[in-house]
């Protein structure tokens, strides 16, 4: 079992700036990796950006160039650096933490944090 503790939501103005933060504690293989999921109301969940054991990130083309994932392998840590922040980024933030070995992967999800970027 993997256990995440997440954090860094909150209310924020259109153009601000948030960081996430999701500790990953447990049964942790050395590949794996960390991502970030948003659902809004009415929708259904997305991906916002992963990155795995070696540092190799992906993102949603919603949020190329305004969020920037990162982590510290040290602290099994996750961050999401979300800058100018707009309304349509209003969602509840989940951390996904993947297990993998081989072909086999385990998949353990945070509780989720809520981002309202309203003015």
């Known amino acids: 079992q993997v256990q995440l503790v997440e954090s860094g939501g909150g209310l924020v103005q259109p153009g601000g700036s948030l960081r996430l933060s999701c500790a990953a504690s447990g049964n942790i293989f050395s590949n794996n990796d960390m991502g970030w999921y948003r659902q809004a109301e009415g929708k259904e969940r997305e991906l916002v950006a992963v990155i795995n054991s070696g540092g190799s990130t992906n993102y949603a083309d919603p949020v190329k160039g305004r969020f920037t994932i990162s982590r510290d392998n040290t602290e099994n840590t996750a961050y999401l650096q979300m800058n100018r922040l707009k309304p349509e980024d209003t969602a509840v933030y989940y951390c996904?933490?993947?297990?993998?070995?081989?072909?086999?992967?385990?998949?353990?999800w945070g509780q989720g944090t809520q981002v309202t970027v309203s003015s």
């Open positions: 996904k933490f993947s297990n993998k070995r081989f072909q086999w992967g385990w998949d353990y």
